[in-house]
């Protein structure tokens, strides 16, 4: 008998399969959320579908729909979005998806891995990377760079790595052992050393020499440092390049030129006209005398003459007593007014200023 029904049972499964299946499982809070009255979902961002699961709208994910898709490609990390298609950046960062840094303010010649970095290209040093690496044994007090890799050297010392003595400017037989010296050769004289020592016995105002112990003799020589047919002109200093003289030995820069040697440009102010402030004038220096200066007009100070000291101040009340405060700077004298006064207006102020000028004029 039990056999005879477990083989119907198969007949009938083979003949008519039984099928199960189970209604689709939807979480309770979903359904609650699909369950509020239409005037509550009018801002929500997903619909609900017959069998009363939550559908999100184009541009929106999460459980309930509340959580934007960014613009493609934004960085997870620097980037956000309150709205579909935007992509937001985290302070420190910038770009159209958020994943360039910026560098550290004022930072200048570096760059950033993260924000508010400053990590210096090569030849470059400092906080803010603005200061440039020396070629490599520069001497640190005698010379300098503005470049990576430079070493100029500072007045009075020269070579490669500036340490050598620099020799005085001009001088023509001479050598130095410290800093802008003229040391002659022996059979040399002069500031220098541009004079040959004749011979003993030569005339001190006949005789003339061109080299160390010899003696020639002229009729008409010029003194030294003059030249000319009636010796009228006179011999710069050695290596002066753009300047001329009035005496010997001179060297007057042309107008734009600085220096011993009249060999450097002077365009700092030309460069950077807005340095100084104030309607202040600048002038370009050299190097050693830090670029330029700024010629202040009265009443401001200051590298730059961006302080300024000239103040007035005025107090006035139209209906509780106050005093009235002036304060008048005249170059580096101060004068101070006060005036008790339980009513001062403008009309007030004209009556009385009239009646001074009258009193003044009789």
């Known amino acids: 008998m039990r056999n005879t029904i477990l083989w119907l049972f198969m007949v009938e499964s083979c003949t008519f399969p039984v099928v199960f299946s189970a209604a689709k499982f939807v979480p309770k809070w979903k359904k609650q959320a699909c369950e509020l009255p239409t005037a509550q979902n009018e801002h929500s961002h997903y619909i609900c579908s017959d069998d009363g699961e939550v559908k999100c709208l184009p541009g929106w994910n999460g459980d309930l729909c509340d959580v934007p898709k960014c613009r493609p490609g934004c960085d997870p990390m620097q980037g956000y979005c309150n709205r579909p298609g935007e992509c937001l950046c985290k302070l420190g960062y910038y770009g159209s998806k958020c994943n360039k840094c910026i560098p550290l303010p004022g930072c200048q010649h570096g760059y950033c891995n993260t924000s508010f970095q400053c990590i210096c290209h090569d030849g470059w040093d400092g906080l803010f990377c603005s200061e440039p690496i020396c070629r490599q044994e ?152 830090g670029f330029y200066k700024c010629l202040c007009r009265e009443g401001t100070y200051g590298r730059n003459c961006e302080i300024s000291d000239f103040t007035t101040t005025s107090t006035t009340s139209s209906t509780t007593p106050k005093s009235l405060t002036t304060t008048t700077k005249f170059e580096n004298v101060t004068i101070i007014y006060a005036i008790e006064s339980t009513s001062i207006n403008s009309t007030d102020l004209n009556i009385e200023n009239n009646k001074n000028k009258t009193g003044n004029a009789t």
């Open 138 to 289: 520069c001497h640190q007090a005698r010379g300098y760079c503005t470049e990576p890799g430079e070493c100029k050297c500072r007045i009075g010392w020269a070579g490669g790595t500036c340490r050598e003595c620099q020799i005085l400017p001009g001088c023509v037989h001479g050598y130095c052992e410290k800093p802008l010296e003229c040391k002659c050769y022996p059979g040399y004289t002069g500031i220098l050393c541009q004079t040959p020592i004749c011979s003993k016995s030569c005339h001190k105002e006949r005789g003339y020499c061109r080299k160390p112990g010899e003696c020639r003799q002229v009729k008409f020589l010029c003194k030294v440092g003059w030249w000319g047919k009636n010796c009228e002109k006179c011999f710069p200093y050695p290596g002066c390049v753009n300047g001329s003289c009035n005496r010997p030995w001179e060297c007057n820069c042309q107008k734009g030129y600085g220096g011993m040697l009249c060999n450097e440009r002077l365009t700092y102010c030309e460069d950077n006209p807005d340095t100084c402030k104030n309607g202040a004038k600048c002038v370009s220096m050299i190097h050693d005398d």
